[in-house]
């Protein structure tokens, strides 16, 4: 068996964490879609299935997610860094107050895991990779009932 050993991180690897969480902290986590322009290609290329790509896509998915869950933050929990990949677990957790998938808003919480992959080339995430724990979101906020 292989192991990896992650305590040799490079510059860049170093520096593409940063993007990483920049665009989890202020894009996501404030709906600063200004940081968008910055961080990603305009011509990123989306593999979460559902979501459109292109900056202008990541904006609105963002804009989506705040508009169903305002006080929407992601917490970051693991992240590694290998190439020009980043690899993260993080806490999707919020609030609903502004309906979600097409239903009236509940008031009721998330507080999920999704796993992201970001390839970043020049300072930019050029392809993204999501893994939103979505049953887990329909479930936390009564939408699909628990069998007895």
Not at 73 to 96: F, H, K, P, Q, Y
Not at 111 to 126: C, E, H, L, P
Request: overall charge negative; some cysteine.
């Amino acid at each position: 068996m292989t192991t990896t050993d992650w305590t040799d991180t490079t510059d860049t690897e170093a520096a593409n964490i940063v993007i990483a969480r920049r665009i989890f902290r202020e894009g996501f986590g404030q709906g600063n879609l200004s940081v968008c322009d910055e961080l990603f290609a305009a011509d990123v290329v989306e593999h979460q299935r559902g979501n459109p790509s292109g900056v202008d896509g990541v904006k609105a998915i963002i804009t989506t997610l705040r508009g169903w869950f305002p006080d929407f933050r992601l917490d970051v929990e693991d992240i590694v860094a290998r190439e020009d990949m980043v690899w993260c677990r993080s806490r999707a957790i919020g609030t609903n107050e502004g309906g979600f998938m097409g239903l009236p808003p509940n008031g009721g919480t998330i507080d999920i895991t999704v796993y992201d992959s970001v390839r970043i080339r020049d300072g930019r995430v050029v392809e993204h990779w999501g893994v939103p724990d979505q049953l887990g979101a329909a479930l936390q906020l009564g939408l699909i009932p628990l069998p007895k």
